[in-house]
């Protein structure tokens, strides 16, 4: 079975300073990945997804990740936080063989501060 | 399009007591879960549905359950409430095997 870590439970970062949230799974087959972010109050969104292709992947707001295939990780980074990105992020993962169920990391607080 | 939706959004309920969660999408997916949210445990897969008229268990299902009797419905029951079952539940549905869209949860407390 597949597991998701998320190494950081919270992570305070300045306004405008880069940060990274980390991302480790544990798998035997190819797997998809996932980052989602939930704002206080809300359900999920999904910020950007691995499927296939290139390893570096982008959001429209900035953040992007990299699948390290080697490392078996999906670090999500942003070179320069905003107030607003304040959130839960989710790392979460896909068997490519079994489809229809996502593993979630124990999600990172990013809290911005001013 | 609302999306995906879920009814009530918040309840309390005493141990022992019965209840059904809603969860209703307009997007036609053919994938639906429920995952209930704990703190520093991200989501874990409760049950989920395949299709219309069908079900499965997740990684936690045990005082659950579900039925799928339309497509674009996904009820989730608790027979009997335990403060266990104290958590926020999210619903979601999928039109592929990856992507999941996400209600706005429910938060139920059990004392």
């Known amino acids: 079975a597949q597991s998701v870590t998320q190494l950081d439970s919270q992570v305070p970062v300045f306004e405008e300073a880069p940060v990274e949230l980390r991302c480790n799974y544990s798998?035997?087959?190819?797997?998809?990945l996932f980052w989602y972010v939930q704002y206080p109050n809300q359900g999920l969104q999904l910020l950007l997804k691995?499927?296939?292709?290139?390893?570096l992947v982008e959001s429209i707001n900035g953040f992007e990740a990299e699948f390290n295939k080697s490392q078996t990780s999906f670090h999500l980074r942003k070179p320069s936080v905003h107030i607003s990105d304040t959130a839960e992020y989710f790392c979460?993962?896909?068997?490519?063989?079994?489809?229809?169920?996502?593993?979630f990391g124990g999600g990172t607080r990013l809290m911005v501060k001013p | 399009n609302a999306g995906v939706t879920q009814t009530p959004k918040f309840r309390v309920l005493k141990t022992g007591q019965s209840m059904t969660l809603l969860c209703a999408q307009d997007m036609n997916h053919e994938y639906m879960y429920w995952y209930r949210q704990d703190p520093g445990m991200g989501l874990r897969l409760i049950h989920y549905s395949v299709g219309e008229g069908t079900t499965a268990k997740g990684e936690v299902p045990d005082g659950y359950n579900v039925s799928r009797l339309k497509k674009q419905n996904f009820l989730l029951g608790l027979e009997s409430a335990a403060p266990s079952q104290t958590s926020v539940y999210f619903c979601a549905s999928s039109y592929s095997l990856r992507e999941q869209y996400f209600g706005p949860g429910t938060r139920l407390t059990v004392t």
């Open positions: 798998s035997s087959v190819s797997v998809y």
């Open positions: 979460a993962v896909s068997l490519n063989n079994a489809g229809n169920m996502l593993t």
């Open positions: 691995y499927l296939s292709g290139s390893t």
